[in-house]
Structure formats: structure tokens, C-alpha cells
């Protein structure tokens, strides 16, 4: 059986507003990415996913969308996105649009037409509802953003219904002429030539019909934002999510090529292990890549994390690819969680687990959190929750290039603060320093690619003990052993008596392993890869 190509890939994340600035404007752009694509090829990932480039109000920055069918002009034109996506191929990289079927601006036509009158003809292309008995909101529904997920529209008496901001309000999905406007979407875009979508909120497509209430949460604090004051039982992950979600994949599907699924979908879904297997469908009618959170909040801790891989492995339904996901432009960044010397660690770990990873721009350099001065915020999640630590400007910042003014992100301000090592941490200085963190990647990225035990090979996790973390990727005679000393403490890996004799590949720092009898050793948080 030939493998399907995002299955042995790595997806490399781009925010289109943060990594090239072509024009001078200070935000990032369309022809700033094809400018560095050369970067992206030579860094070694497969594929990109470009956070949302349509026309947009930018109050939630692009996930509100008021055209799903163009660019918006501070991102270029739909001809700078052709040429993009046709310089990408060229280098034998596909590339993957962010798909936000949820919700629309509320510039979009669509929602100006649904709001114009109780009557108009696209007034249930939206979720509208009248008032509780006292006049206020349908429900206790909260924004994920804080606040009532309610808004109040005087000229037609009604409220509607906001996931999010009140700028963008959600799509009535149990409408089929919504299902089918939408699903014209992704042709759209397939037809252009794009290899996927990574789809933003897929769990959040279908609410309960009646809109009860949702239950409180006895775990909530306010620290934790307001959103977590209730549960989301009804608001989120209905049955009926699922039937869309084959649809989908059915679209998607009938791009391929002799069987071959040629165009892949990434699911954002954020919930446990076991509803989230739902979303691969039953018989793989779901989407093909489910997106996989465990590791971003998972303590750094050799048996905890061992127990997370194993319990996702086993969860996964027949034959389901697994993915792994440790930054995006939502949460913080690794090297802030763990600090750069650990986050080399966590790449190793990214890039030899079974499955598609995904990878964020710029963790590849170690960035960490920006600092945003609070004049500069801009994130309507920390604007409007201030002081929580849930804004995501932080992880916006200006890809750093290399050491001139504005890090060569652009000759002009850039519309978020530059992280302030950036003279020192950007892509020009880190390429001639053999034991960078980039230069680790390259590594990783490289001996991945050489070896189908790494892309594609089965796992199993060795035994260990400590604070080592250890697995074996195998594919066909090719046997390969990942040790990964989590701790701050030098550890030793007793190695299976199918290993003796094995080489190094690849280790974290720039030394080399310790090998005595069998007997791996390894030093603080230190690394390797090992070829039996
Ligand atoms: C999830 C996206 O990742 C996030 O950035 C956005 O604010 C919400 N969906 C709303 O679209
Ligand atoms: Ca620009």
C-alpha cells in the first residue's frame, strides 16, 4: 500500500500576518511567504497551513471572514496566492489553507442579509433566537472570548448567537443551503489547487437544537477565564457534527487520485482523548488528521508523558494516522513552557513520534513569548479578559530573519513588538552556529526524512526508568531507538539486546552519546537517536 503523502509529512504553521512583510506595511503578506520559501524548503518540512488570508474586518485577525472566496489586500490578491501556491509546488511543498466554517464576519453579505429582517431570505443562514421570559440572552451560553455568547440586534428584535466575538457570528450548519454554500468553499479552494485545509473549530459546527443550558463547572475559577464558568455540553461536539464532517472529507476525497487521499484535513478539536477519536469517523469517514493537543499542556515528566503517547496510541481507531501538535498561534509557546534547553528535547519528540506533525513557525528558533507592552496589545481575547495571560500576541511576534532593522520582517515597524532577542535569535545568526536549535531541526527534519522508520514506521515505547523517555520506531529491518533524558539529571537507558552494536544518528546537543555495555548514558536534558 503507497502511503499518502501528509501522512509521512511535517506541516509547518504559518501566521501569514507574522512571518514576511513584502510591501513594507508592517504586516506580514502573501508574497512575503513565497519570498521564503526557499527558507521553508531547505528547513526540510513538507507542507505549510497558512493561518486565514481572506477579506476580513481582522477584529479575531482573519478568523473572522467576510469573503471565504478571496485574499484580503493587506495579504495580497487572489493572482499573489496562485503564484504562491505554484512557487511551493515547484519545490515539492504542499500547501494548506485554514478553512473557518463556524462562523463569518459580520460584514460577511451573508450575515448583512440575515440581519436585514426576521423575513429575509438568509435569516436562518445564522443562529437566531428570541429573548428569555426577562428579556435577556436565550441562555447561560458563554463566549469563549468572555462574556454572553448572545448579542442583542435592535432593528430585528432578536438575539444571535456568537462563539466568539460578537463580530463573528456562528453559521446555522443545520442549514443545508449553509452546508452546501460552504462546502462550494472548499471546492473552491481545491480547484485553485490547495492540498488541504486544517478547518478551525470543527467541534463547534453544530449546537444542540433546543439551546438548553449549559451545565456550570464545578472546577471553574476565574483565573481559568470566563468561558470555563460552564461546561460546554451543548454548545459543542454534537452528534450530528459528524455527518458534516464526512461530507467534508467525502469533498476532500474526491480530489484523489486512484484511491489515494491527495488532499488531507486537519481538525481543530480540542477535547479528550475519546471523543476527539470520534472525529476520525466511522470507517475513516471523518477527517484525516483530528488535531491531536495532549502534548502542549502535558506535564515535562518521562512517565507522564509515557502513559499520554500510550493512551493516545491505543485510542486511535483501526488504521487511523495519529498527529502531534506542540505550538500554534492559540497557546503559549514551548521554549516559554520549557525553557530552550527542554525544548530541544520536545523537538526530538515532535519530530520522531508516529505521526504528521505540526509545526509553528519560529519554534524551530526557539522563540519564546514576546513581551507585549500593554499599549501595543492588539488580541480582542486579552482586550477584552485582560491580566489572565490568555492573550495570544505573545505568540504572534514578527518571524525574526535575520539582524538588521526589524529583523528583517520588514523595513517598517511591525504591527506586533519583535521578540527582544531577536538581533541574536533569527534565522541568519542561528544558521552558522552548528549547535542552534535551528540547526537541530535541520537535523531532526533531515534524518526524518531519510528514514521511513521515523515518517512512517510503527512505535512501541521502551522500557526506562527515571526521567528517560524512550521508543522504538521501526519499519521493515529498519530499527530505530529514541532516548529522551527529560530531567536535569544525568540518566541511564539500558538498551535491548536487539540494539547492541547500535550507532548514533542524531543527538540534542552538539556531543556525542555515551555508549558503555549497553548501557546508553545520558547528560541533562539531552537527546538522541540511535540506529540499531
Ligand atoms: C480557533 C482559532 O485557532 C483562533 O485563533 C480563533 O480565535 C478562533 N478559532 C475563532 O475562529
Ligand atoms: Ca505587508
Redesign the pocket.
Known amino acids: 500500500m503507497t502511503t499518502p503523502w501528509w501522512q509521512s509529512s511535517v506541516i509547518y504553521q504559518i501566521y501569514p500576518r507574522s512571518f514576511q512583510d513584502a510591501n513594507g506595511d508592517g504586516i506580514g503578506d502573501l508574497k512575503g511567504i513565497t519570498q521564503r520559501l526557499d527558507y521553508l524548503g531547505g528547513l526540510g518540512i513538507d507542507a505549510i497551513w497558512i ?1 486565514p488570508i481572506y477579506p476580513s474586518p481582522m477584529a ?2 482573519g ?2 471572514v467576510a469573503d471565504h472566496c478571496d485574499v484580503d489586500p493587506r495579504f495580497g490578491t487572489l493572482a499573489d496566492f496562485d503564484e504562491l501556491l505554484a512557487q511551493a509546488h515547484a519545490r515539492g511543498l504542499k500547501v494548506l489553507l ?1 478553512f ?1 466554517p ?2 463569518t464576519s459580520d460584514r460577511h453579505a451573508w450575515f448583512a442579509e440575515s440581519r436585514s429582517s426576521r423575513d429575509a431570505a438568509k435569516r436562518d443562514w445564522y443562529l437566531w433566537c428570541d429573548p428569555a421570559p426577562n428579556g435577556g440572552p436565550p441562555n447561560n451560553w458563554i463566549s ?2 468572555g462574556g454572553s455568547a448572545w448579542a442583542w440586534d435592535e432593528t430585528s428584535g432578536q438575539y444571535y448567537y456568537h ?3 460578537k463580530e ?1 457570528p456562528d453559521l446555522n450548519w443545520r442549514n443545508p443551503a449553509v452546508q452546501a454554500a460552504m462546502y462550494e468553499v472548499m471546492r473552491f479552494w481545491f480547484d485553485r489547487g490547495v492540498d488541504g485545509f486544517r478547518i ?2 470543527l467541534w463547534h459546527l453544530i449546537k444542540a437544537a433546543d439551546f438548553p443550558d449549559n451545565p456550570p463547572n464545578p472546577a471553574y475559577r476565574p483565573a481559568m477565564g470566563e468561558m470555563h464558568r460552564v461546561l460546554q455540553l451543548h454548545s459543542t461536539d454534537q452528534p450530528e457534527v459528524h455527518a458534516l464532517a464526512a461530507e467534508m472529507r467525502a469533498i476532500a476525497d474526491s480530489y484523489g487520485i486512484a484511491g489515494l487521499c491527495e488532499r488531507v484535513l486537519l481538525g ?1 478539536i480540542y477535547l479528550p482523548i475519546d471523543p476527539l477519536m470520534h472525529y476520525y469517523g466511522q470507517e475513516h469517514a471523518g477527517v484525516h488528521l483530528p488535531l491531536n493537543f495532549l502534548l502542549i499542556d502535558a506535564p515535562w515528566q518521562a512517565g507522564a508523558l509515557a502513559d499520554l503517547i500510550a493512551g493516545y496510541e491505543a485510542a486511535l481507531p483501526p488504521a487511523a494516522w495519529p498527529n502531534w501538535v506542540l505550538g ?3 497557546r503559549p509557546r514551548i521554549a516559554r513552557k520549557l525553557g530552550e534547553a527542554k525544548a530541544r528535547i520536545a523537538a526530538m519528540l515532535l519530530l520522531t513520534l508516529r505521526g504528521t506533525p505540526t509545526l509553528y513557525y519560529g519554534d524551530e528558533l526557539g522563540l519564546n513569548d514576546a513581551k507585549i507592552p500593554p499599549s501595543q496589545v492588539q488580541d ?2 486579552e482586550l477584552r479578559e485582560p491580566g489572565l495571560g490568555l492573550g ?1 500576541d505573545p505568540v504572534r511576534s514578527p518571524m525574526p530573519w535575520d539582524g538588521s532593522e526589524n529583523a528583517g520582517f520588514s523595513t517598517a515597524p511591525p504591527w506586533l513588538p519583535l521578540n527582544a532577542d531577536c538581533h541574536l535569535r533569527n534565522v541568519a545568526e542561528m544558521t552558522g552556529e552548528r549547535a542552534s536549535i535551528l540547526a537541530l531541526y535541520r537535523r531532526l527534519l533531515a534524518v526524518r526524512r531519510a528514514h521511513p522508520a521515523l515518517a512512517i514506521g510503527a512505535f512501541a515505547l521502551l522500557d526506562s526508568a527515571g526521567d528517560v523517555l524512550a521508543y522504538e520506531r521501526r519499519h521493515g529491518t529498519q530499527r530505530l531507538i529514541v532516548a529522551l533524558n527529560l530531567g536535569t539529571d544525568a540518566q541511564r537507558l539500558e538498551l535491548p539486546d536487539w540494539a547492541s552494536g547500535c550507532r548514533l544518528l542524531l543527538s540534542t546537543t552538539a556531543e556525542a552519546l555515551l555508549i558503555e555495555n549497553n548501557m546508553l548514558l545520558l547528560r541533562a536534558d539531552e537527546g538522541g537517536v540511535l540506529a540499531a
Open positions: 493561518s479575531d485577525f478568523y473572522d485554514d473557518v463556524n462562523h469563549d472570548f462563539a466568539f466575538l463573528q478551525d473549530v481543530e500554534n498561534h492559540d480582542p481575547r495570544r
